[in-house]
């Protein structure tokens, strides 16, 4: 399947979107582990890894769109299972402890 090119409208939408998934996930993820650091908590430990997880897979989807030549649909694959695995983590972190 041939690669498409977004319009230029899409694409600064998408940099901006990405980039504020970026900023508030690092924000996110260095509040959760100053925490962690703080109470020593495996559950808030476990909270920034899934976090940091999550926001590494918007940074990697973004990357592999921009500089690499490959499908919408498997950048969106690799966002997604980056999420579902972010998630995960996230979703053991509220149970631990």
Request: no cysteine.
């Amino acid at each position: 399947m041939p690669h498409t090119t977004a319009s230029p409208a899409v694409t600064t939408a998408l940099i901006i979107v990405k980039t504020g998934i970026l900023i508030l996930g690092g924000l996110i993820t260095y509040f959760s582990f100053k925490a962690y650091r703080r109470t020593r908590s495996p559950a808030l430990r476990a909270l920034a890894i899934g976090f940091s997880v999550v926001t590494f897979g918007a940074l990697i989807a973004g990357v592999i769109d921009t500089f690499l030549d490959v499908s919408l649909a498997m950048g969106v694959l690799i966002d997604s299972a980056l999420t579902f695995i972010g998630f995960a983590v996230i979703t053991y972190s509220l149970y631990v402890d």
